[in-house]
């Protein structure tokens, strides 16, 4: 709770407030610029805030005294947060302008917030103010809405974090299905998901729309659980699924496991075309009436591509990018290796998703070979289809061109609900933690060499370890 507090105050004497002048503030008067305190001080409350939250979230990891103890601490945590600035990024004044550009009739996938002539464009960091939205249809009609109940920039960032509230709400409330379903304990399952600093200083302080997409995303997957192999749920479970791909578009590594999940009884290759033809049919409907209904199409789809202008080496196949430009460098040569790393790292990441799903259907088949097995079947089910989420959206995260200390809340929300060991995806998430600065300055910026050199040593031993662990395992009798 100390900790929380310690960030609200940096929070307010150096976040990332807004930058225009004259921007309304509370009791009427004019959002100013933050008290002159010195940047030093500013920087050590909030590491030491940190520092806190991530040491008292760390020593709970393998599960807090009891459910409701955890749901209450959580909730007492977020409380300061609630009354922060935003915090750790300005992408929220981002997720403004686009709703401004939408509601003044310019589409935001084809226009950059500077050039649609939003009015608090200052206040967007540079990099995304002449670059389209990259957010599906269905959030930019909440922005819109955001800014038309908000009236203002202050009451829009109060509509977002609402807005982020509800989705970790949702998430909150899908938590105990969820782990029920997957065999793990709720109490750890709650503390890991919802008592994580990224939690609540990133998606509740920070406002960001991967809370709703969470949201969306784990009650779409406990429907799918509670009532797999029926048209009706299969229907809603797909049209919830499609609703947090037309918020962000990586929700879509999702829907090869969520089609595991839709089959009852016996997996087999009919079953699953059935029950997953009828969730699919939800999907596209979601997609096909949020692109309609907001007059965009698929625009959104083009907007994708510029979500990799960052360069930061904190993604991996960006890391290795920068490391052979260097060599090249010192050979004499501009190789411009970052796009090759990237767009190889997402062949791979294709082929992980791949492998992490057959390995998943190819265990559930194997139950299929006796009737006795059908009850382990029904058990079996629900976490390898989250666990296989879980892993696939770590992969994602891993192998994406740009990560973002956020991004991290993706896999730890299904993995905190269906892994069995903890300390291997706790670990990232408490080093993400302390990556951005409450202005939303990322530190990578300042250690792109060295760190460039840290995170390529370490994904080439993981890849190694990887790979003797793989060999290891397959020389095994059966």
């Given at each position: 709770m100390a900790g929380a507090v310690l960030l609200t105050v940096a929070g307010w004497l150096g976040g990332a407030l807004p930058r225009a002048t004259g921007v309304p503030g509370p009791g009427g008067g004019t959002w100013a610029a933050p008290v002159p305190v010195p940047a030093t001080a500013t920087v050590a409350l909030w590491l030491v805030g940190t520092a806190l939250l991530v040491g008292a979230w760390w020593a709970l990891r393998r599960g807090a005294p009891s459910t409701r103890w955890a749901y209450l601490t959580a909730g007492l945590w977020a409380l300061?947060?609630?009354?922060?600035?935003?915090?750790?990024?300005?992408?929220?004044?981002?997720?403004?302008?686009?709703?401004?550009?939408?509601?003044?009739?310019?589409?935001?996938?084809?226009?950059?917030?500077?050039?649609?002539?939003?009015?608090?464009v200052e206040s967007v960091a540079p990099i995304w103010r002449d670059t389209p939205a990259p957010y599906g249809p269905f959030f930019v009609l909440l922005a819109a809405l955001a800014v038309t109940l908000g009236g203002g920039l202050v009451g829009a960032i109060v509509a977002f974090r609402l807005f982020a509230v509800a989705g970790v709400l949702l998430a909150a409330l899908c938590l105990l299905g969820l782990a029920r379903a997957a065999g793990v304990p709720t109490r750890r399952a709650a503390w890991l998901a919802l008592a994580s600093p990224l939690v609540g200083v990133h998606l509740i302080a920070g406002a960001h729309n991967d809370a709703v997409m969470l949201g969306l995303l784990m009650l779409g997957l406990l429907v799918l659980l509670r009532r797999p192999g029926r048209p009706g749920p299969l229907l809603l479970a797909g049209a919830l699924l499609g609703l947090a791909v037309t918020v962000k578009a990586t929700a879509v590594?999702?829907?090869?496991?969520?089609a595991l999940a839709a089959v009852r009884g016996r997996h087999t290759v009919r079953a699953l075309l059935r029950d997953a033809g009828w969730l699919a049919g939800g999907v596209l409907g979601a997609v096909a009436v949020t692109s309609l209904l907001s007059g965009l199409g698929l625009g959104w789809v083009g907007g994708l591509t510029r979500s990799g202008d960052s360069e930061q080496w904190t993604s991996p196949p960006t890391a290795v990018g920068f490391v052979v430009d260097y060599a090249g460098g010192l050979a004499g040569r501009e190789p411009g290796a970052v796009p090759v790393t990237r767009a190889a790292a997402l062949l791979l990441l294709a082929v992980l998703v791949a492998a992490l799903w057959w390995r998943a259907w190819s265990g559930l088949r194997r139950l299929n070979d006796v009737r006795q097995r059908v009850a382990r079947l029904d058990a079996a089910r629900p976490r390898a289809a989250l666990l296989g989420a879980g892993l696939a959206l770590a992969a994602t995260v891993v192998l994406a061109p740009v990560f973002h200390p956020w991004y991290a809340t993706w896999p730890l929300a299904l993995l905190a609900v269906a892994a069995r060991r903890t300390t291997w995806f706790v670990a990232p998430c408490a080093a993400a933690a302390f990556l951005a600065l409450p202005d939303g300055t990322n530190l990578a910026r300042f250690t792109k060499a060295p760190g460039a050199l840290a995170m390529t040593a370490l994904a080439l031993g993981l890849a190694v370890w990887g790979l003797l662990r793989l060999r290891r395992t397959g020389a095994r009798p059966g």
């Open positions: 300061p947060l609630l009354a922060a600035p935003p915090l750790g990024s300005r992408d929220v004044y981002s997720y403004a302008c686009q709703g401004w550009a939408y509601a003044h009739g310019v589409d935001p996938y084809a226009t950059g917030v500077a050039e649609a002539g939003c009015p608090w590594v999702v829907l090869p496991f969520a």
